[in-house]
């Protein structure tokens, strides 16, 4: 019975172990831009308004619908009533049919269809926009987590040596070759970085589930630490500059607008001419059959659409104002944050003989030490000064990372990684 229980337990744990793995997936930062592309939350709102913009294109198409009117007058007088007649003959009262149809002129249903298309434009190209800045949001989290992972690997890292430092102290002690106070003194770093562990762990754990909602899937998310994520970065900032103006969603959403404003000024001019509406009249009166022509036409003595024409004109403006502000801004953005990530980048390459010379010192210290060559003092503080390199080039490595991030998003060019 315990031998088929065992068994069984076996198989739950491997089938248990098995789903875990499934369930959880390891994120490059392309692949996790290119999930949060198809299935993040807030773009799958956003692209609604695509959709919505395209209806405006059917309306616009559209041609006005046929107008029928009625009337029916009615003698009240029945002293007037013709012989042999009453209130319900037909000698008593008169029916009115109308039947007429508006008509565009001046090119209004065209330029309806014109600036439709173009808010479609409009629309398409402001998806872009948010996605870019959602990618910005999902490398940036994607970053936090891959600091917090390399910052739970160091923890990890120190405190499997302290932890057989402590073993090895304690089987020392035990022989009187170490006082008491050594003993403490490794038990005590052993607890702090413990607690330094638990912590770190949780901020992962965070972080991990920040991520998760930003690339919109169930499952649990993990990063691949290794991935370098490098693009093709035009070299020279000139290049940037050019590319970018040319190519960044939020320059290309501008122009669209300036567009859309260009043909919303024939639209509104064009509904400055009076609509005509003609058609049919067909009018029975007391048995004689009438049948006549309708047509009418609004004069344009007060009202020539001037409000919506000056608006059309004041939103042109508008358009052309914000496309030399957000030219402006990129041009700030990108040699910011390109002067940025060169100097992250030259800080990188100073640090590494910085970080071979701490693991160095540290693992001949502790040779040392436990050959009796040094004392504890001077371990711990190879260990402290060890913890603090690490940790500070891979600050800096975050800091090169985050730069190199920024400048992808600023050039425009984080919406190709993610394709």
Known sequence: MKLHLTTAFSVFTALATCFHVHSQTNYTLQKALQTARNNNPILKTELYNIEIAQTDVISAKLRPNLILNNQLLQLMQPSYFPVNSNWFSERTSQIWWQLTK???????????????????????????????????????????????????????TAKDNIDSLVITNKLRYKNQVITQTDLFRTELLEKQYDIQYKTSRQE??????????????????????????LFAIPSDLDSLLNQSLQTRSD???????????????????????????????????????????????????????????KKSYLLQKQAEQNLLTIQTKLQTEIS??????????????????????????????????????????????AQRSWLETQQQY??????????????????GLINQLAQ
């Open 102 to 156: 508006p008509f565009q002129v001046a090119g209004q249903r065209k330029y309806k269809v014109e600036v439709a298309d173009k808010n479609v434009a409009f629309a398409q190209k402001k998806y872009t926009e948010t996605e870019r800045d959602l990618f910005s949001q999902v490398a940036t989290k994607w970053m936090e987590v891959w600091t917090a992972q390399k910052q739970l690997d160091i923890i990890q």
């Open 251 to 309: 320059i290309q959403a501008a122009k669209s607008l300036m567009d859309a404003s260009e043909s919303n000024i024939k639209l509104q001019k064009s509904l400055a001419v009076p609509q005509p509406e003609l058609g049919l009249i067909y009018n029975p009166q007391n048995r004689i059959q009438y049948f006549g022509i309708y047509a009418t036409i609004d004069l344009p003595f007060f009202s020539r659409n001037q409000g919506e024409i």
């Open 336 to 381: 910011t944050a390109y002067a940025s990530y060169d100097l992250q980048r030259k800080n990188i390459e100073n640090f590494k003989t910085v970080l071979s010379q701490s693991e160095t010192i540290l693992e001949n210290v502790k040779y040392a030490y436990l050959k009796g060559g040094t004392t504890i003092i001077d371990f711990l503080e």
């Open 394 to 411: 891979y600050y800096a490595l975050q800091q090169y990372r985050q730069s190199y991030i920024q400048l992808l998003y600023a050039t």
């Open 204 to 229: 992962l754990i965070n972080r991990q589930k920040e991520l998760k909602f930003l690339i919109g899937t169930q499952d649990s998310v993990s990063i691949d630490a290794d991935d370098a994520f």
